[in-house]
């Protein structure tokens, strides 16, 4: 099932995609809750009366909808560094030392950002770069959760852009502030339910700045795979419904070229999973 949330004039709902069709929840089924981090909460019953709905009078037309990001409320925006060793080779020429365990950093949650909205290059700073990486969506309260019950706390997976300002990044070793700037979030095109993802290690994902591949990879790469992740985290603080878990990124990131080859204004950044969709965004000047 693709979930969605999306605007129409004014108006901003939950919705299923099915198709070229988006069945407006609201209006389907109107008991439910209104964000996707709520409706998450709500439990199986309420996703299952979801994905018995099919496309009828409550539905619009894919292309005539504004879709927002996936999950517009989450609690925590949470993302690894260096998790895939041809990255981790590549940032520590650019002089950031391997973590010997995950590293962990917030992305502030006012980032996020739509699947085809810009993205600002800020006044700043000229050292903008993207990065492809699998989102992990949360679909349950949870804590400590072992790496065997870790795939039974996600509710689906998305598209994600960590999009990274590397001077101020580097400004302290939280990476936080270069990781935070208003609209450096961009996720979605839609949540995919963990249902339809056999293997969320074995997708392939890539990245295309003005057409030209930048990255590639199989999600297999990663030196900690998810279900170790969602561990990891569940050690230290209760994972909550709707919370975003961004699982890093391979080589080929802006920074890792000599000479470098950050983005400008103009340019337009897509990234895409196989089974998953892609977002696309262009690099516009901050207002």
């Known amino acids: 099932m693709r979930l969605v949330t999306f605007q129409v004039g004014e108006t901003v709902g939950l919705g ?3 198709g070229d069709r988006v069945i407006a929840l609201a209006a389907a ?7 996707m981090a709520r409706l998450l909460a709500a439990g199986p019953e309420a996703l299952a009366r979801v994905a018995a709905l099919q496309p009828d009078n409550h539905s619009l037309a894919l292309d005539q909808v504004h879709l927002l990001a996936a999950v517009t409320d989450p609690q925590k925006y949470l993302a690894i560094g260096m998790n895939y060793r041809a990255h981790a080779a590549e940032a520590e020429r650019n002089g950031v030392p391997i973590p010997k365990s995950q590293l962990w ?7 996020l950002n739509g699947p085809y909205d810009p993205i600002d290059l800020p006044r700043v700073s000229t050292k903008l770069d993207y990065e492809a990486e699998l989102g ?28 990274s300002v ?20 961009p996720i979605g095109p839609w949540l995919v339910t963990a249902d339809e993802v056999a293997d969320p290690h074995a997708l392939m994902m890539r ?5 030209e591949k930048r990255q590639e990879t199989s999600t297999g790469d990663m030196i900690y795979n998810i279900w170790e992740q969602i561990a990891y985290l569940s050690t230290v603080m209760t994972l909550e419904p709707g919370d975003i878990l961004a699982t890093g990124t ?4 802006g920074v890792g070229f ?17 089974g998953l969709g892609h977002i696309e965004n262009t690099v516009v000047a901050e207002a």
Request: net charge positive.
């Open 105 to 111: 950093f917030n992305k502030q949650v006012s980032c």
């Open 16 to 18: 299923k995609v099915v």
């Open 258 to 274: 000599t000479p470098k080859r950050f983005l400008a204004v103009g340019d337009v950044v897509r990234i895409e999973i196989d």
């Open 207 to 211: 990245a295309y700045v003005n057409g």
């Open 136 to 163: 992990v969506v949360i679909g349950r309260r949870c804590r400590h959760v072992s790496v065997e019950e870790a795939p039974s706390v996600v509710a689906g997976y998305l598209v994600a852009n960590d999009v």
């Open 166 to 185: 590397r001077d101020w990044q580097m400004r302290s070793p939280t990476f936080t502030l270069g990781k935070s700037f208003d609209s450096h979030g």
């Open 250 to 253: 391979p080589a080929g990131v």
């Open 29 to 35: 089924l109107p008991d439910l809750p209104g964000s």
